[in-house]
């Protein structure tokens, strides 16, 4: 059987695809004492980027913590 693991990353690209979704997303889901801490005025989307062969395709997102 093959990997799955494409169809999560095109789910969560299209989410992140939309700037308001995306940060709405973040949001949502991730700890509060995370979210509490970053700054979603300054998401940024970033080109696809691939580490290694172990590592596959990783999420091309920025944000900066609020300090």
Do not use: C, H, W
């Amino acid at each position: 059987m093959g990997k799955v693991t494409s169809v999560n990353d095109t789910f969560i690209g299209a989410i992140i695809a939309d700037r308001n979704i995306a940060i709405e997303y973040f949001q949502s889901y991730l700890p509060a004492f995370i979210a509490s801490e970053l700054d979603f005025s300054n998401l940024t989307q970033l080109p696809d980027a691939y580490v290694s062969a172990e590592l596959q395709k990783t999420l091309p997102i920025a944000l900066r913590n609020r300090s």
